[in-house]
């Protein structure tokens, strides 16, 4: 049985990751080796992997999704920060308030709250 998934995203420059990931959306650093550094939570979770052919309302697939508690208060944090949005927060017929931002890394992540 799988017990975790973990994403791995390549950087020559680990320290791009913690403005967006752990000063916005509060990521905790639980290990740092030099070479590769965790961000993560001591939330609970199900195990997820996902599979589709669009992103929803025809939007591209997304890297990666972060549910939150409060997705207006990070879109507003990431505006601030000067990310770039590439889909506005909407509220979406299966019952979420998303929005899609470009992440320091150029990945494409949806930023979520279920309503």
Known sequence: ?????????????????DRFYQEILGLDLLMDHGWIKTLGSDEEAKVQ???????????????LSIEVDAVDEIYHKMKEAGFK???E???EDWGVRRFFVQDPFGKLINILSHQ
């Not at 049985?1 to 990751?17: C, E």
């Not at 992997?49 to 890297?63: C, K, R, W």
């Open 1 to 17: 049985m799988v017990k975790r998934i973990i994403v791995n995203i390549k950087t020559n420059d680990l320290f791009k990751a």
């Open 49 to 63: 992997i996902s599979f589709a052919e669009q992103g929803g309302n025809d939007t591209e697939v997304p890297d």
């Open 85 to 87: 949005i590439i889909y």
């Open 89 to 91: 927060i909407t509220d």
